[in-house]
């Protein structure tokens, strides 16, 4: 008994289902499924709208029960027609900004599209002024809607490239906007590893909504932007710090958590110095290297140049190459680069040239690096002791003017040693070395002799004030004995 029920009802289904008559009372469907060729109605049977018993009228307007033409699409009973411009987004906006009418449906969706929208790049007026440059229909059509995530869908990641260049490749198009804006984004893409693997077939990699957002997209000026180069970093990180999503790549998981604890990553996430580089100053926006760059290993250079031309004039540019070892990464690591000390010179363990230099390897280059060590600690020495006479002197109130221009002579050659370290020539090195334990001794003579001068000041006063309560003391006796004749 019960079987036959449940047939029967299988039965009723399947025809229902076959003859497109779920909404035997949506006449507006009904009737349009009928005329030949009719796009709207065959693309929306595959639409989530349809499946959800939403209707042509809730869109179009129109009384969906009348099964008469002129009655069913009756301005009179609310009829729209066909929407243009914002009216488009504001249709779609109806339901999508109305998070009790989605709950009527059962559906968990955000509801921020619009609002999102109107505020983005792309909620800009168009060119004929009246409407924003883009709406609903123009990333997700207006009829076959389906969900972000069926590969159908022209926002899936295989798709969502294709989306986006339908107007940021169109050269005409955007030049009536913004002619400086470049349209060569999804040419580059192509040539990056997530592009390639993305043109293969894999979604997992990131596209242009994973970088830049869906509805929300504004320049990388805009510090709201998810690609202002503060906010990069968390952007990319939530693939690459995802371990779980990573998985099937075999690749570290750990560039966030390095990058934040570097030079660069305090700089920029904790001073907002966007002059420090962000994933993308290094990685590049959209190809596979920042512009004019050749590999990501050669990107230093663009902000530190000095360190990267005495580099390549260096003996280690070849010896690094014939190795096939990267310039800077070698020894200053890539995402976890931390301030540079005097550490990292010189032959003892934790310095980076014994990672390479041993008595009995490569010794040419340890015994230059142990003299350069040792040239360096000679400076910062001479810079510690004149550093603490000119205090001194200074504490004496003499004039030391001079002399502290020279400790800040002394403490440029320092810094300009620390970079002269690339050049990995000893005689360049001691050159700079030299300049530096001038200043640092000039200055100790300034300062010794301030100081002298203060002692030798300070007994001339003591000498004086010794003659002068002597000669006090004998006028005294004098007037005295003058005064005792007189009596
Ligand atoms: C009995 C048949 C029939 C019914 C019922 C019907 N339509 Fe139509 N509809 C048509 C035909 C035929 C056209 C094409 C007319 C034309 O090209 O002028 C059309 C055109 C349209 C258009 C395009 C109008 C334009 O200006 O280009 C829209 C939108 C539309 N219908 C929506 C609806 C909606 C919404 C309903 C239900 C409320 C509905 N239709 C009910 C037959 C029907
Ligand atoms: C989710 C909202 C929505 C639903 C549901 C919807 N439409 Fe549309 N329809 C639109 C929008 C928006 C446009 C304007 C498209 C454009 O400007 O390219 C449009 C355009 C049209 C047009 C004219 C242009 C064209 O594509 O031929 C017709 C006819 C039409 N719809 C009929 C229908 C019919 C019939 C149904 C039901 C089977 C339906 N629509 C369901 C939003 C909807
Ligand atoms: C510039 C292209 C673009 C425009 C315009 C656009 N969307 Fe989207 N939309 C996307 C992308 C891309 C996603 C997918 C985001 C993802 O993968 O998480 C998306 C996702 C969605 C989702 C799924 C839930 C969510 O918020 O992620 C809904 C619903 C949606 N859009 C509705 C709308 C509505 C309504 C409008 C108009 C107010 C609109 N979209 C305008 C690109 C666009
Ligand atoms: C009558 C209310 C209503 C209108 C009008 C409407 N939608 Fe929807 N939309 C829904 C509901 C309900 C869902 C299904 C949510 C679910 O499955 O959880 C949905 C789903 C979607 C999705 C899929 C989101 C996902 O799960 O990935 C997109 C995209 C979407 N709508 C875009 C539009 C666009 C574009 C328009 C205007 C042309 C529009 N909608 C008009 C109610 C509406
Ligand atoms: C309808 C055409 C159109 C589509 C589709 C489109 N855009 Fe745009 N986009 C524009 C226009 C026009 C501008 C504004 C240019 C201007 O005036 O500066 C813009 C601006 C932008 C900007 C800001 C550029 C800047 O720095 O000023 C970004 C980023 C952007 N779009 C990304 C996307 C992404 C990602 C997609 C796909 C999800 C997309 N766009 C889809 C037309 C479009
Ligand atoms: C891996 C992240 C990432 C991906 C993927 C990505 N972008 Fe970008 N995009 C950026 C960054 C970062 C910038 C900011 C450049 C800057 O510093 O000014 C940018 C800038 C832009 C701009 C402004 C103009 C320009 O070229 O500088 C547009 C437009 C744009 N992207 C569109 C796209 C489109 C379309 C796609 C997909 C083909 C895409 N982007 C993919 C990160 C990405
Ligand atoms: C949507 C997720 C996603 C986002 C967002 C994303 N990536 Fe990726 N990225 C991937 C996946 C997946 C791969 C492929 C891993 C592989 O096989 O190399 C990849 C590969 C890479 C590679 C090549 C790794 C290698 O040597 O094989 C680099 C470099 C990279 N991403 C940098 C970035 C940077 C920088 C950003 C932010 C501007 C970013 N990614 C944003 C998912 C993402
Ligand atoms: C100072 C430059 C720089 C910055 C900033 C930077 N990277 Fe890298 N990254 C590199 C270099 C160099 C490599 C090694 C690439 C090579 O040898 O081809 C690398 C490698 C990678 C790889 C490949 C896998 C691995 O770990 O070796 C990924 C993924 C990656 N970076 C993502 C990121 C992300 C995400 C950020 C931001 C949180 C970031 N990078 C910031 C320079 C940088
Ligand atoms: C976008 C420009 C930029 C790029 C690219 C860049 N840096 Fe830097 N770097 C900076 C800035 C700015 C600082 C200073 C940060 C601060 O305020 O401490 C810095 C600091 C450093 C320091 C610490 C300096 C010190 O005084 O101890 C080292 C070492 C360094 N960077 C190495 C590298 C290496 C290696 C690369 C390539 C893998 C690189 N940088 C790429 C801008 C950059
Ligand atoms: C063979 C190891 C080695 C290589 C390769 C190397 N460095 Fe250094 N770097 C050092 C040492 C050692 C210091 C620290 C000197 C000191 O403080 O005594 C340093 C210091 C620095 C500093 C801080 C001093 C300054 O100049 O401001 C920066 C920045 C820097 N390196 C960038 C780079 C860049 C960029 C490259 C690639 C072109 C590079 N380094 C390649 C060893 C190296
Ligand atoms: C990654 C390995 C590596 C590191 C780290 C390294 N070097 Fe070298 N260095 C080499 C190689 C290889 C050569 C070439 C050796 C040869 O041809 O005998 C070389 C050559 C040199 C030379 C030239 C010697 C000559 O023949 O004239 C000097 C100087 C030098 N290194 C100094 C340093 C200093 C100083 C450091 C630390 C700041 C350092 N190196 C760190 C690998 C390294």
């Known amino acids: ?189 192509r040539t990056s590893v997530h592009g390639a693997l993305n043109a293969k077939g894999d979604p997992k990699p990131a596209v242009c909504s994973s970088c830049h957002g869906s509805h929300d997209i504004r320049t990388s000026k805009d510090a709201k932007s998810s690609v202002y180069p503060v906010n990069m970093p968390v952007t990319c990180s939530k693939c690459h710090s995802d371990a779980q999503y990573m998985a099937k790549y075999r690749i570290p998981t750990n560039q966030y958590d390095k990058f934040a604890k570097s030079v660069h990553g305090v700089a920029l996430l904790r001073k907002h110095d966007v002059g420090a580089p962000s994933c993308n100053s290094c990685h590049g926006n959209h190809g596979a290297t920042p512009p004019g760059v050749e590999s990501v290993s050669k990107v230093c250079g663009t902000c530190h140049a000095l360190n990267a031309d005495l580099f390549s004039a260096s003996p280690h540019k070849k010896a690094f190459d014939d190795r096939k070892l990267p310039e800077c990464e070698t020894c200053h690591s890539n995402h976890e680069i931390v301030t540079a000390t005097d550490t990292l010179l010189g032959v003892a363990p934790e310095a980076v040239c014994s990672r390479c230099h041993q008595e009995s390897q490569n010794p040419k280059g340890y015994a230059i690096a142990k003299t350069m060590r040792q040239l360096n600690d000679s400076l910062a020495l001479s810079g510690s002791v004149a550093t603490a006479l000119v205090n001194e002197a200074e504490q004496k109130g003499m004039e030391v003017t001079e002399a502290k221009f020279k400790l800040r002579d002394a403490r440029q050659a320092h810094l300009q040693m620390r970079t002269m370290v690339h050049a990995f020539n000893e005689d360049k090195f001691r050159e700079v070395i030299n300049k530096g334990m001038a200043a640092a001794s000039f200055a100790k003579v300034e300062a010794k002799d301030a100081i002298d001068e203060y002692y030798f000041r300070r007994i001339g006063l003591g000498v004086s004030t010794l003659i002068i309560t002597i000669l006090s003391i004998a006028l005294f006796l004098y007037i005295r004995r003058i005064e005792k004749k007189q009596v």
């Not at 289904?13 to 796009?39: E, N, P, S, W, Y």
């Not at 009228?57 to 411009?85: L, S, Y």
């Not at 504001?90 to 989605?102: E, F, G, I, L, P």
């Open 1 to 189: 008994m019960k079987q036959k029920y449940i047939l029967r009802g299988c039965v009723l289904m399947v025809l229902v289902l076959c003859t497109g008559r779920l909404f035997a009372a949506d006449q507006c469907i009904a009737c349009h499924a009928g005329v030949v060729g009719d796009k709207p109605s065959a693309l929306f049977k595959h639409d989530i709208h349809f499946a959800k018993r939403i209707s042509c009228a809730d869109c179009h307007g129109g009384n969906p029960k009348a099964e008469e033409m002129e009655a069913a699409m009756n301005p009179k009973q609310g009829f729209k027609g066909v929407p243009k411009g914002d009216a488009i987004s504001q249709v779609c906006a109806r339901c999508h900004s109305d998070s009790t009418k989605m709950k009527t449906y059962g559906a968990a969706l955000p509801t921020n599209q619009w609002g999102n929208l109107q505020t983005s790049a792309h909620g800009k007026l168009s060119t004929t002024g009246k409407e924003h440059i883009a709406q609903c229909i123009t990333c997700h059509n207006a009829h076959g809607i389906v969900s972000v995530k069926n590969p159908a869908s022209p926002v899936y990641p295989l798709n969502v490239v294709k989306t986006c260049s339908k107007c940021h490749a169109n050269a005409a198009f955007m030049r009536t906007y913004n002619p400086s804006l470049p349209i060569d984004q999804a040419e580059k893409y």
